[in-house]
C-alpha cells in the first residue's frame, strides 16, 4: 500500500491520514496497520494519567521541549472525549502543547473517545504505531481524566507516568488503590502551589513495598519549567531498567494479549452484528421464544457456524 | 423606604389589579412571549413597584449625588457642571495617518484624546519585526519609538488636553514614551492629563492581548501607581475595564462583577507594595461597555459605583472620599454592530451612548457606523461625534442628575446586579482569588459560555438583531472602505531604521543593561524604562529585554 | 464507523479576539463534527503543521485585526507546499467586502462576515468537507 511506505518513509501526511483512517474504522486500516507492524516495536511508549487539571498537558508541553534538546523524535497522541449528546468534540490539548511549532521532530495527534467498537484502548495503540513506525522516538499517551478506562490505557505504555498535584494527607491516603498499582514514575505537579514536599514523601511512604522497580517520585512545576530534567532522567532510567532484562519483554506480552483478545472480540463483534440482519438470527430469536432453545446454547450454536469477514 | 403600612395597601392594590384589569387584559390582549429576558437574558417582570424595593432603604443605597454611596453619581451637579468628555478612540497607519485624525475631530469639537494602537504595538512588537507581518497600522496607530510618539502629537497641545492610551503589557513603556516627549517640549508632569489602560488582568481573562505571566506584569502596573502618585499626580494609571470581558461575550453582571474584582486585585497589590490606599486609589478609573438594554446597563454603572465605594471605605479602609468614587468611560458596544444595513448602527449607538450619559459616565466614546467592516472613516466618525453632541445639547437628559434615580424598575435591577455581583466575588475567592482563577479558566470559561448562549439565542430567534436574523433586505451594504497606505508603513520602517542608525549606541546598550538589572531585582522599573526610551531604545527593544527576563504567558484553555 | 469531518480552528496574527472562534467551535462540535481548536497567535506555517498532523478536512480561520490579507492566502500557499492543497480553508471576521474576491482568488472557498447564522457555517462545512 502506497500509504504504508510514505508513513516508513517518514511522510507526515500519509501518518496523519492512516491515523484517520484507524479512527474512521476504515476498511483499509487493518491492511495497512498489518503492513505497517514488522516496523514498530521500537518507540518508548509512556502513558500519563491523572485528574483533570493536574496540567498534564502542560508537563508533556515541558517533556517535548526537554527530550528535542537530547534529540529524540517526540510524538503526542492526546485523547479527549466525545460529547455523548453530539458526537462532537472541541480537541484543545494542543494548544497546551503548540510551542514546538513546526519542528520536524514532533508529531502531535487529538483524538477523540467516539465509540470504537474494539474499545478505545485498541485504537489509542494502533495511532501510536502508526508514530512508531513513522520513526518517532518516544510516544507520550495522554487520556483525560482518572477512570478505569483511561489508567488501562495509560498502564498499556512501557512506561506510565502517574501525575498528581500537592494535596492535603488524607486525601493522599484516598489514592485509588489502581492508581497506586500502575504507576513507573510518580510526579507532583504544581509544586508552585505548595505542599509538594509533604505530599510527595506521603506517596513516597506509599510505594515503599512495591517489588522490583521502585517507582520515584518526582516534583515539578510545569509552570516555572521546574523538574523537568528530572522527570526526562525518570523516564529514560525506567526504559534502561526494562531493556536491560527488567521487563520490556513482558510489558509487550501484556500488551499484545490485550490487543489480541480486543481484536478478537472486535471481530466477532462486526460478524455478528452482519448476522442480526439475517432471516437465520430472527429464526433463533423466535425458537428461544417459544422456549424451544435457551439463550445460551442457541448463542453457542450460532458462534459455531459463524463466518468472519474477510 | 416605604412604610409597612404602605406597603400593605400597595400590595392589595397590586393584587386587585391583577384580579380585574391585567386579567381582563390578559384574555383580550395575552403577551408576546412567556418571558421577556435583558441583553443579558436576565428575567425582567412585568411591572416594577415599591414591592420589589422592599427592605431597601433609599436614604442609604441611594443617598445624594457627589456623596456616598454615590449611586447617582459622583458630582452634586453632573452634567449641570460639566459634560462628560467625547473622547473618540482613534489611530490607524502611520503617526502621521493618526495625528491627522486627531486634529481634524478635535475641529469637530471632540475634547479629549484617545489613542488606538496597532497589533504589534501592543503585544510590544515593533513595525518591522517578523511577528508584525501584516498587522501595521490595520486596527490602531504604530508606536514603536519616541520619534513615533513625537509625530503622533505634533502641533497638538498636550499640557492642555486629556489623553487617553489603550495600552496594556506593555503601558510602562508607551507612557515612558509619552512623558519622555512632554520632557522634551517643556511641558511639566504635574500638568499631565490622561490614561493608560495598563489593565492586565482583563487581558488574560478577554481580550488576550499579553506578554508575560500575571506575577510580572502586575509588579509592572504597580510601579506605575507608584511612579505616578509621585510625578504624575494628575493622571489616571490604569482604567479597570469591563469593555472587553463584554465584548469576549460576558453578560452584564459578568462585566460588573470581574471588572470590579479586577479593581480590588490591584488595589490589593498596591497595598502590599506598602502604598497608602489614599495616595493611589484616586487615580484609578474604569471602563465599561455601554450595550444594547438601556436600563441593565445604567443599572450596572449605578451598582458599580456603590459596590467600589463601600468596599474601598469599608473593606479597605480608603479614608479619603476620592478614594470611594468610581470614575467610569464607556465605550458602546462594538459587538453589536452589524455588517448588515450598516446605517441601521447609527441608531444602535444613540441608544447605547443614551444609556451610558443616564449612567452617569465621565467620558464617552461613541463607534462608527462603518465598523463592523474596518477602522472607521472621516464621515462615520463625526457622525458618532455628532450623536454625542446631540445627546449634551438637544435631548434634554443632561439638565439634571439622575434622572432615573428612584425608578422602581431601575433601582430593583440595581439590587439585583449588586447581589450577583458579590456571588461572582465569593466565586472568585473560593477559586483562590483573581489570578489563580484565571490560572484554571474561570473566567475565560464563564465568558464562552456567555457568548455562545447570546449566538444561539439569535440563531433560534429567540432574540431579535434588526436586519441580522430579522427585518433583512438583500442589497449589499455600502461603505467608503478606509485602507492603510503602503506609503505608510514604509514611512515608519525608514524612520524605525534612521533611529537605530542615529542614537548613541552607547548610552542605548547602557540603559538596556540597566532596566535588565532592574527587572531582575525589585527596584521600580519605571525609571528605567523612561531612560531607555530616552535613549531611543525602541518598543520591541524595552520588551525584549523584558520578555528575557519575566518569561512570557502561555494560556491555559479549557472546554 | 462513518467518517467524523474534522476541523482545525485557527486564530493567525496577533490577534487575541477569540469570542467568534470559539462560539464557531462550539456550533461544529454540537454540529458532530470534532474540533482542533490551536489558540492564539499561529503563524500559517504551524496551522497547516498542526492540519497535517491532526489529518483534519478543513481549516477555519479567524481575524479581526486587519491582517487577514497578509495571512490567509499563506495558509493556502503552505498547504500546497506541504502537498496538502486538498484541505479546505474558510475565513471569518471583520473582512471589508472589497477583500472576499481576493481572497478567493488566492484559494479561500468561503468567508464569513459578521451577522452569519452558525447554521449557514455548519451547513458549509458539512456540504464542502469530504
Known sequence: MKIVEQVLKGDKRAAGKLISMIEDDDAGATEALAAIYPHTGKAHVVGFTGPPGVGKSSLINRLIREFRVRDRKVGVVAVDPTSPFTGGAVLGDRIRMSDTGTDPGVFIRSMATRGHSGGLALATFDAVKVLDALGIDLIFVETVGAGQSEIDIASRAHTTVVVQMPQSGDAVQALKAGILEIGDIYVVNKTDLGGADSMASNLDFMLEERQGWRPPVVQTSALEGKGIKELADAINKHYRYLKGGGGWRRRESDRARKELYESMKRLLAEAYSDETEGVAFEEVVGAIVVRKTDPRSAAKTLLRDLKLPK | MSRPEELEAIEKRLRRWEETTLRDSLKKQPESRESFVTTSSAPVGRLYTPIDLRGSDPAETLGVPGEFPYTRGIHPTMYRGRLWTMRMFAGFGSAEDTNRRFRYLIDHGETGLSVALDMPTLYGYDTDEVEAKGEFGTCGVAVSSLRDMEVLFHGIDIGAVSTSMTINSPASVIWAMYLANAEKRGVPWTGLRGTIQNDILKEYQAQKEWMFPPEPSMRLVVDTFEFGTEHVPQWNTISISGYHIREAGSTAVQELAFTLANGFEYVRWGIDRGLAIDDFAPRLSFFFNAHNDLFEEIAKYRAARRIWAREMRDTFGAKNPRSWLLRFHSQTAGVSLTAQQPEVNIVRTAVQALAAVLGGTQSLHTNSYDEAFQVPNEKAVRIALRTQQILAHESGVANTVDPLGGAYYVEALTDRMEKEAYDYFDRIQALGGVIPAIRKGFFQQEIANSAYRYQKEIEDKERTIVGVNDFVVDEPSEVEPLRVTKEAFERQVRRLQRLRKERNPKKHAKALNALRKACEGDANTMPFILDAVRAEATLGEVCDVMREVFGVWEEPLLY | ?130
Not at chain 3, 490579507?69 to 479546505?88: H, N, S, T, Y
Not at chain 3, 471576521?93 to 462576515?113: E, S
Open chain 3, 1 to 130: 464507523m462513518a467518517k467524523k469531518i474534522r476541523v482545525l480552528m485557527a486564530k493567525p496574527g496577533l490577534d487575541g479576539h477569540d469570542r467568534g472562534a470559539k462560539v464557531v467551535a462550539r456550533a461544529l462540535r454540537d454540529a458532530g463534527m470534532e474540533v482542533i481548536y490551536t489558540g492564539l497567535r499561529q503563524s500559517p506555517e504551524d496551522i497547516v503543521e498542526a492540519a497535517i498532523q491532526e489529518d483534519v478536512d478543513a481549516i477555519g480561520l479567524s481575524s479581526l485585526s486587519g491582517a487577514h490579507m497578509a495571512l490567509f492566502p499563506e495558509v493556502v500557499k503552505v498547504l500546497k507546499k506541504r502537498g496538502a492543497g486538498d484541505i479546505l480553508v474558510v475565513a471569518g471576521g471583520i473582512i471589508p467586502d472589497d477583500d472576499i474576491p481576493k481572497l478567493k482568488k488566492a484559494g479561500i472557498k468561503a468567508v464569513f462576515g459578521p451577522g452569519t447564522p452558525l447554521a449557514d457555517i455548519v451547513a458549509f462545512f458539512r456540504s464542502s468537507a469530504k
